[in-house]
């Protein structure tokens, strides 16, 4: 058997904000595993547990106010973005234990998969900064995608949402392939504008993936100072089906109907409603102001520049 080295005591005040229902309840049974081994090592913290969408904003909140300086967020990408927005970024270091579905955003930071290795990672990495976006005044960590995929993400919580895990969203997408409507984009940059028509997708990315294995923005960083704009262009339901599987393995980018460059903020509007979401949770539709905070966190991960 091949020996690991002991784990040592996080040298923080640390405090865990749990959301019991992500990845299917896979946080919620897999936290008194965590507990289990944080006790063996005496380790001091405080355990905070979500029950709505929106408590891990009021209980990071409150995790900021019983002294934590190490929140720790337990859940899917969406619980991290809750506890993101309700931490104080200029005096809190944030963590993840990455156990939702998708867990798109782990692999941004590069973090180990299993979560005892995170747990020996606390104790020993040091803080790194990385950039957080900002949209409508409201901290993302990883993706925002705007139409065809904020639809699907809408439909496969909503009619398929008793499908279990990607089934649902493999569900959603032939449905919306078939009936979504493509949109003018309007981007605004600082020094350039673009009217797209025919749109499928807008996607804003700070890490790489999102919908757990989607490398939507190879070429994304964390901690670059800037955010990846990717547009795609509606095409026939056989070259979206395509598009998507190039998706999967970050060869999308060739693809004469994307288009992609580098941007520190911009405005997106449309002209219809169309939705937005952040790591598959639908917020809203446009128009939307988004742009980047370079250097604004400080996540304990292993000290990589790139994933």
Known sequence: ???????????YKTAFVVNPTSGGGHAGKAWPLIAEELDRLNQ???VYFTRHSGDGINMAKTAVDDGAELIVAVGGDGTLREVVNGIDINKNIFALLPLGTGNGFRRACSLPGQWPE???GLSSWEPRLIDL??????YFL???????????????????????????YVAAFFNEL???EDFCSEINCRNWKIEQPNTLIVA????????????????????????????????????????????LVGKHLDNAAV????????????????????????????PVKIEIKPAALKLMAPSLVTC
Not at 133 to 138: A, H, R, V, Y
Not at 259 to 268: D, H
């Open 259 to 286: 288009i992609t460059t580098k941007v520190n903020s911009l405005e997106i509007d449309a002209d219809h409603p169309v939705p937005i979401h952040i790591d598959g949770e639908v917020i809203g539709k446009l």
């Open 133 to 138: 976006g900002l949209i409508n005044g409201s």
């Open 178 to 180: 078939k009936v979504f």
């Open 204 to 247: 804003i990315a700070n890490g790489a993936f999102y919908g757990g294995g989607f490398n939507i923005a190879p070429h994304a960083s964390i901690d670059d100072g800037q955010l990846d704009l990717i547009i795609i262009r509606k095409q026939n339901s056989s070259e979206t089906t395509l598009l998507a599987f190039q998706a």
């Open 44 to 46: 001091h913290y405080k």
């Open 142 to 168: 990883n993706v925002v995608g705007i139409g065809f995929d904020a639809a699907v993400a809408s439909l496969a919580s909503q009619k398929y949402k008793i499908i279990k895990g990607y089934a649902a």
């Open 1 to 11: 058997m091949k020996a690991t080295a002991p784990i040592k005591k996080i040298p």
């Open 118 to 120: 995170i747990i020996r």
